[in-house]
Nanobody, 130 residues
């Protein structure tokens, strides 16, 4: 069973930065797209960013555009979420997710919904203090 292992969360002050990482437990695991979502207690899981593995198409929630950057290292089968200019409202548990669906090859396929992902990390807490 492939697992996604996240790291990089923590406590930062407003305006600070964190780099989240998400690595597949098996190097032979083929990722077609990776997404980052976040969740706070009592709310639904929220889309943050996604990247298609083959063409580097990237997608961002409006709330993080210009502050967060998603990237990937195919050789390491690892995805990253660079978070800059953090705000208290960014506080949440951040989850990475991966899909092996070839549907991502379609230009009109936007991997922005939890139901589109089959594999999930355990979550990493990001806390931004005021």
């Amino acid at each position: 069973q492939v697992q996604l292992v996240e790291s990089g969360g923590g406590l930062v002050q407003t305006g600070g930065s964190l780099r989240l990482s998400c690595a597949a437990s098996e190097r032979t695991f083929t990722t077609y797209a990776m997404g980052w979502f976040r969740q706070v207690p009592g709310k639904e899981r929220e889309f943050v960013a996604a990247i298609k593995w083959t063409r580097d198409n990237t997608y961002y929630a409006d709330s993080v555009k210009g502050r967060f950057t998603i990237s990937r290292d195919s050789a390491k089968n690892t995805g990253y979420l660079q978070t800059n200019s953090l705000k208290p409202e960014d506080t949440a548990v951040y989850y990475c997710a991966a899909t092996v669906s070839t549907a991502v090859y379609s230009p009109s396929y936007y991997p922005m919904y939890p139901r589109q992902y089959a594999y999930w990390g355990q979550g990493t807490q990001v806390t931004v203090s005021a």
